[in-house]
DNA sequence: ATAACAACTTAGGTTAGTCTAACAAAAAAG
DNA sequence: CTTTTTTGTTAGACTAACCTAAGTTGTTAT
């Protein structure tokens, strides 16, 4: 019989920004993983060390890193924590997709499951978070939704939006301002080719320009 | 215009446990903290030291320890936030009363003043927790309840019970075994002399008898 | 009043998590 | 292929939060 051997709050968060980095799979540069958490290079090297002590990381000097296993696993239900709280906070108790991302990075350090199985089956074990960003299941796994990007398409294509690939506060009070939603349908009337700005059409018949920046937060899904 | 200095959990934690023991205005001996809160002396002591830097308490060498006005009102901010956080699991996510304090000791620190404006909202601002506590309110202050316990009730005294004296797990699972919960009606039949035992009637005609231990947790109402 | 004991404080050590400064390696530029 | 720049590592310092060991103060018991 293992001991079940708990991370701190800190420990998650290097866990986590480096499956966000890497889908869990791939390997990422130290500096994009200290960048991505706001530390300095040498705080981010200690704790490589004692992650790798762990087996949670894999890293030998001036390589990239890697999640093992273990921490791959940890990391997608810490994820799953995060992203089952915004939900919860959307779905139950009234908050905007703008203003649950800074809490659920709270709260997704509690100690108990049961908590969690609880927001799980409240919401009916969904499959995306408020933003459209899949949540891992209880065992870690998660299905890769490769949707392509809005910038990605072509003129005259119709979109449903499917997610946005970036939850900053101010990307999504911009949208909340334009009313853009998830599930919204739109078709692409011009693309602009040297800013790369898109004139697009909505399901109520508004038409918008896009800039580029924002064409390439809103991920989108073909229809009909 | 000040600065909002915010307190680590810890300190928190610290100053919570001095208001549970004081009521928020009685002086307390430094060992009755440091066992309430599993530390050691020197832990308490130097945390004191920080803590009286801060004016949050007022303590001198080998005196007891006292909360500050400013010391109080962010205690009682903290129980606020935690008997909010036990309502809203008990009444919007489906726990027992036995199952919550530990979860809202990690709850109670989230740094979110809309979380907790959410919360009591859905909740409809309640007044007291699962456990028949008082809920501060939003600038501090409460609305101090001294019920009596059932063990200084008299025979064939008419009686609700209110309120829980110890939230513990073991004990609240002895209570849910017998059907015990806040709001049920009893009558004293008789009272053992040389163990403080009570036989009690409930409103469903069982006739039960609780030890002394048991009904010196019990805080109970006079009815008709 | 003095001894014994409990409560409190001080000194100093540990671990987690951060930083700056200095140095080493790798990558990019020339 | 050097030189320069960027990236990564090591060393060492700092704060928060804890501890043990040792000494002080205050309180009870004889
Ligand atoms: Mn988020
Ligand atoms: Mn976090
Ligand atoms: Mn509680
Ligand atoms: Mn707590």
């Given at each position: 019989m293992y001991f079940y051997r708990v991370n701190s709050n800190t420990e998650e968060n290097y866990l986590k920004a480096i499956y966000l980095l890497t889908d869990g799979i791939r390997e990422v540069n130290p500096k994009d993983v200290s960048e991505h958490l706001g530390v300095k290079m040498p705080s981010l090297n200690s704790m490589m060390k004692r992650l790798a002590e762990k087996e949670l990381v894999s890293h030998t000097s001036y390589k990239p890193i890697k999640l093992t296993d273990k921490g791959r696993k940890i990391a997608a239900l810490i994820i799953r924590k995060h992203r089952l709280t915004e939900m919860f906070l959307v779905?139950?108790?009234?908050?905007?997709w703008e203003e649950v991302h800074e809490i659920a990075e709270q709260i997704?350090?509690?100690?108990?499951?049961l908590f969690f199985q609880k927001m799980n089956e409240i919401l009916g074990?969904?499959?995306?978070?408020?933003?459209?960003s899949p949540i891992p299941d209880a065992n870690g796994e998660v299905a890769e939704m490769n949707y392509p990007k809005l910038s990605e398409s072509k003129e005259n294509q119709k979109l449903r939006l499917?997610?946005?690939?970036n939850s900053s506060e101010d990307f999504l009070k911009f949208l909340n301002a334009r009313d853009i939603s998830l599930g919204l349908e739109l078709k692409v009337?011009?693309?602009?080719?040297?800013?790369?700005s898109m004139s697009v059409e909505f399901a109520d018949q508004r038409t918008q320009t896009l800039s580029q920046i924002v064409c390439d937060r809103l991920l989108v899904t073909p229809i009909k």
């Open positions: 779905e139950r108790m009234g908050f905007g997704e350090h509690i100690k108990s499951p074990s969904p499959k995306q978070d408020p933003h459209g499917v997610a946005v690939n009337l011009d693309i602009e080719s040297f800013d790369g």
